[in-house]
């Protein structure tokens, strides 16, 4: 649901944009009086850069997820863009009003509301300095009382301040909203997980240490330390889950490929599986709670790697293009054939389901598309597909 209100921003700030330089456009070859070749450039250059501009700002929206310094500087860059329109197209006169209101639409959907507040800030002051410079230099202000330019300077600035409030506080409702419907979708495959994962794995060891107990008593020695080594196998099996679980509940931002690469490090040393580790030959450009899923992903096909596959060696590679993002993961083991229903590799569901409900689960909430490949004595193939244009636009 957050994805598609996502998707649903950036189309919105992209027809917005689209439909204010139409507007623009329009008002300069029909509208008369509209003239900016007064500083220095033809109507039709001007009108073609700022076209690009917008071809540009929609072709590479804004990825504000990453809150980094750079998203600051792109959405500062616009806005500061948007007032030098105003500037040299006639400030009040000029037909891209609406289309300097762009940025401040957008830093009242993606940011904070200080942010939208600046930037309706900075191009406020660019409208006024622009109107009363003349002003400052001539002692003689009742110019600004001609053409009610007073009048449309004050519903300009109130307009920045009002849009970059009332939007944001609009969005705030929906944004609660996601984050609930989230928060709710998250306990229910955590408490699916738990009863899947830990539960199982904590029955298990119960029976397995009441067995113990059985087989001390009858003296069967043999028995005993048999299930003992079992036992601790569980154990380590079942922190791992609790280790895993507590650091998928965890906020912080993390880089995906090095906390990618020392797992598979740690479980080559954990499993005594040779592992090889291909990863991207750039950044993948990807949301953090995108990278997350993929991280449990990746670690649940190694988890039924180590617990069903009896191989010596797997592979785990990242493959980043300009349409989509794939993740493999690969062994050498004993796989397993079709179920007897012939739902082909679906026979993993019949081989003890291994987590890869949850895994699909995972995928599908990613628009991601994964497939199993398997065949006795020929190992597995787990291969994900996450198309670009399912998580940004």
Sequence with gaps: MADKYQRD???????????????AVILFQRVPGFDISDVGEPDNLVLAAIGVYTLLKVLGPLRWWRADPSTYVVLGGDAVVAAAILLMTGALNSPYLLYSLSPVIAAAMLFQERLALAVASLLSASVVLAHLSPAWLDTDYSWVLDGNFLLWMVLYVSATYLISTAVYRSNLNIRRYIETEATMTERRRIRREIHDGLAQMLTSLTMKSELV???????????ALKISNELHALAQ??????RDSLDELSVEPFPFIPVLKEYVQDFEGRSGIEMRFQPPSGPLGLPPSVELQLLRIAQEALTNVQRHSHASMAWVRLLSTARSVELSVQDNGEGFGASPNGEGADGAEEHGRHGIDGMRERAESLGATLSITSEKGQGTLLHLVLPRNKVEI
């Design 9 to 23: 921003i950036y189309l919105f700030l992209s027809l917005y944009r689209f439909f204010a330089y139409g507007l």
């Design 213 to 223: 107990g059985k087989f001390i008593e009858r003296q069967r020695i043999p028995e």
């Design 237 to 242: 099996d079942l922190y791992q889950e609790v």
